[in-house]
T-cell receptor, first 110, second 109 residues
Framework: NAGVTQTPKFQVLKTGQSMTLQCAQDMNHNSMYWYRQDPGMGLRLIYYSASEGTTDKGEVPNGYNVSRLNKREFSLRLESAAPSQTSVYFC?????????FGPGTRLLVL | QKEVEQNSGPLSVPEGAIASLNCTYSDRGSQSFFWYRQYSGKSPELIMFIYSNGDKEDGRFTAQLNKASQYVSLLIRDSQPSDSATYLCAVRSNYQLIWGAGTKLIIKP
């Protein structure tokens, strides 16, 4: 089992560019999450998906969109990147009370 | 606004001693409380969670919950250098977890 995988590991964008962060899990979990982590702050929920075909906004959804492509995959899209979106992005899936995190994507927006 | 507060540290503890990490939360309706560990440059991983007032033990780790004081703590007994990491406290509020910023723990050999 690979667990939760994320691509890319690192990305540099220019302001206004778009990109999609990919996430996949092979644990057959229904719930999946996208977080961002900034220095000195806790993880903040961007979007989550309770099951295939459903998505809901979290605490900081502005500037992002998501797609739950199937049970395995949950992608995060930045349509027009801004420097404020420079962060580390984590995808997670959940079973019971345990969230399993991917290795993260470090995004730098210039 | 629902908040989870942690001292950012670093907290320095000698090897073999007890490390005590603390967390306070604002939402009195919270029912589930979590401790995650995050090594530098890595992703968070669950250590343990607690629902009820009192203590819950798992190996060298003990979580303590006091809902009246809105306070959660994590004790690490016989601290090892491999315990050096940032410890994240999280509290379930409705559908999502609210996260503290974490306490950096350094275990000195």
């Amino acid at each position: 089992n690979a667990g939760v995988t994320q691509t890319p590991k690192f990305q540099v964008l220019k302001t206004g560019q778009s990109m999609t962060l990919q996430c996949a899990q092979d644990m057959n979990h229904n719930s999946m999450y996208w977080y961002r982590q900034d220095p000195g702050m806790g993880l903040r929920l961007i979007y989550y998906s309770a099951s295939e075909g459903t998505t809901d906004k979290g605490e900081v959804p502005n500037g992002y969109n998501v797609s739950r492509l199937n049970k395995r995959e949950f992608s995060l899209r930045l349509e027009s990147a801004a420097p404020s979106q420079t962060s580390v992005y984590f995808c997670a899936s959940r079973v019971g009370e345990t969230q399993y995190f991917g290795p993260g994507t470090r995004l730098l927006v210039l | 606004q629902k908040e989870v507060e942690q001292n950012s540290g670093p907290l320095s503890v000698p090897e073999g001693a007890i490390a005590s990490l603390n967390c306070t939360y604002s939402d009195r309706g919270s029912q589930s409380f979590f401790w995650y560990r995050q090594y530098s440059g890595k992703s968070p991983e669950l250590i343990m969670f607690i629902y009820s007032n009192g203590d819950k033990e798992d190996g060298r780790f003990t979580a303590q919950l006091n809902k009246a004081s809105q306070y959660v703590s994590l004790l690490i007994r016989d601290s090892q250098p491999s315990d050096s990491a940032t410890y994240l406290c999280a509290v379930r509020s409705n559908y999502q977890l609210i996260w503290g910023a974490g306490t950096k723990l350094i275990i000195k050999p």
